[in-house]
């Protein structure tokens, strides 16, 4: 199983920037699918999360209403696009996935068992 993540980069406030991560090796449809990110010297913190079916996403509160998570099963891939970036949303982010069977609140990295390599997204202020 491989979770490749792309799309990390240099903003500046209020900039854009569009993370995918290309899925391989497991039945993509039946794997919820969610995006951590980790800044320096802090502990690594939940983003946002779609459900194996993509009819349900859940965000942290400091991106929701900014971030928008989606899934394409037919190309596995899942994207979070991050609008109205700031600087404190600099920090390697990374994908997760986990099997639909799987128990736990999509919020814990517990229970996630597939990561990405994380991309970089710096904010500049």
């Known amino acids: 199983v491989q979770l490749q993540a792309c799309g990390g980069g240099l903003a500046q406030t209020g900039g854009s920037l569009r993370l995918a991560c290309a899925a391989s090796?497991?039945?993509?449809?039946?794997?919820?699918l969610a995006w951590f990110r980790q800044a320096p010297g802090k502990e690594r913190e939940f983003v946002g999360a779609?459900?194996?079916?993509?009819?349900?996403?859940h965000y942290s509160d400091s991106v929701k209403g900014r971030f928008a998570i989606s899934r394409d099963n037919a190309k596995t891939t899942v994207f979070l696009q991050m609008d109205g970036l700031k600087p404190e949303d600099t920090a390697v982010h990374y994908c997760?996935?986990?099997?639909?069977?799987?128990?736990?609140?999509?919020?814990?990295?517990?229970?996630?068992?597939?990561w990405g390599q994380g991309t970089q997204v710096t904010v500049s202020s």
């Open positions: 779609i459900n194996w079916r993509g009819g349900s996403t």
């Open positions: 090796g497991l039945p993509f449809s039946t794997y919820s």
């Open positions: 997760a996935a986990r099997h639909s069977s799987s128990s736990g609140t999509l919020q814990y990295s517990r229970y996630y068992r597939y």
